[in-house]
């Protein structure tokens, strides 16, 4: 089997003691990197989703521990100075998970007290970065298994290359199946409301030769009843200790189709994206952002009547998910088995 391949424009590079994050939010039409040297502009690249999807973000979180360092290294208070920059770092996004995991483990490197402080936080935050490549081959080639000889697949939001270190976590398992001939068709919901689906994930797939085909949000309950697809496939931003997945909003609505037309739903996600503290969904706290997001300009005065409400993930419970597969390995029907297998 060929060793799977990379997209060649990637969310984040490590460049030279700097961080360069692809803006996503101006993609497909531009491919603009911008320059990160401190920790300050990490944290506004998170908040404003020029870097997006839960690996991706723990991943520049790490970096931004390494710049904060470079920064305030070697004042005498320079560790309690990148502390503050780790607290502003954490309160970037309150649900991916992945990006606490990240910044404990850097945490934990700087309660070691190495000789070589920055040497030490750029070779973790670079380990991360490629483990998380790693993971996400292994579980491409693990879902991959698991899809068999499955024709047509749905996929929602953008859980790829651009939302990972690399390669992809639904898009993995893409990428694998694709890879050995037997997936034929890859539908991309849209994903309302920063449209992930129809800029980013056609996007990469057609960037690795990929068909796919873009569907309205609206139309996911159709496409399943015609047949054409056998499997949902998605990411996750956090998994409790239950199996429950929040992962973008529309998920959840995904799953309880699935459930009325028979198609099957596969998570695919790294380990850094489980929460044992957690032991259901409920205790998921779901970011809320900005009406403008979704309301017209007209509607924004503080004297208007119309208001939205825009939480950007859903809870999927465990009952509804056929497998969880991870690089650790795969649980099927985690509501009635559990996920404490998969934990470290």
């Given at each position: 089997m060929s060793k799977p391949k990379q997209l060649s424009v990637q969310a984040l590079e490590?460049?030279?003691?700097?961080?360069?994050?692809?803006?996503?939010?101006?993609?497909?039409?531009?491919?603009?990197y911008h320059d990160y040297q401190d920790a300050a502009g990490v944290v506004e690249a998170i908040k404003s989703m020029q870097v997006r999807g839960a690996p991706a973000i723990g991943i520049a979180a790490a970096y931004g521990v390494?710049?904060?360092?470079l920064q305030h290294y070697p004042q005498p208070n320079w560790q309690d100075l990148v502390a503050a920059d780790i607290q502003q770092l954490a309160a970037s996004r309150p649900t991916a998970v992945n990006l606490f995991w990240a910044l404990n483990a850097m945490q934990q490197k700087l309660a070691e007290n190495p000789a070589q402080p920055?040497?030490?936080?750029?070779?973790?935050?670079?380990?991360i970065h490629q483990d998380d490549i790693k993971a996400n081959q292994a579980m491409g080639e693990l879902g991959a298994d698991l899809l068999g000889a499955a024709k047509g697949v749905l996929t929602h939001c953008n859980a790829g290359a651009l939302a990972t270190g690399g390669y992809g976590t639904a898009l993995g398992v893409i990428r694998s199946a694709h890879q050995r001939g037997h997936l034929q068709h890859v539908y991309a919901g849209e994903t309302r409301p920063w449209l992930q689906g129809a800029r980013l994930t056609v996007w990469?797939?057609?960037?690795?030769?990929?068909p796919a085909t873009?569907?309205?949000d609206s139309a996911a309950a159709w496409l399943m009843k015609s047949g054409k697809i056998d499997w949902i496939i998605v990411g996750a931003d956090r998994i409790t200790a239950n199996g429950d997945?929040?992962?973008?909003?529309?998920?959840?609505s995904l799953?309880?189709?699935?459930?009325?037309?028979?198609?099957?739903v596969m998570v695919a996600a790294p380990s850094s994206t489980f929460d044992f503290s957690l032991e259901t969904g409920e205790q998921i706290e779901i970011e809320q952002r900005t009406a403008k997001e979704l309301l017209p300009a007209c509607y924004l005065s503080p004297d208007s009547l119309v208001s939205a409400w825009n939480p950007v993930f859903d809870v999927t419970p465990a009952a509804l998910i056929t497998a969880i597969v991870t690089e650790r390995g795969v649980v099927l029907d985690p509501g009635a088995n559990g996920v404490r297998s998969l934990a470290p």
């Open positions: 490590w460049q030279e003691n700097r961080l360069k994050v692809l803006d996503q939010r101006l993609l497909p039409e531009q491919i603009i390494v710049l904060s360092a920055i040497a030490a936080l750029t070779d973790l935050a670079i380990q990469e797939l057609s960037q690795d030769g990929i873009l569907i309205a997945v929040a992962n973008k909003i529309g998920t959840y799953a309880v189709l699935a459930k009325q037309h028979g198609v099957k």
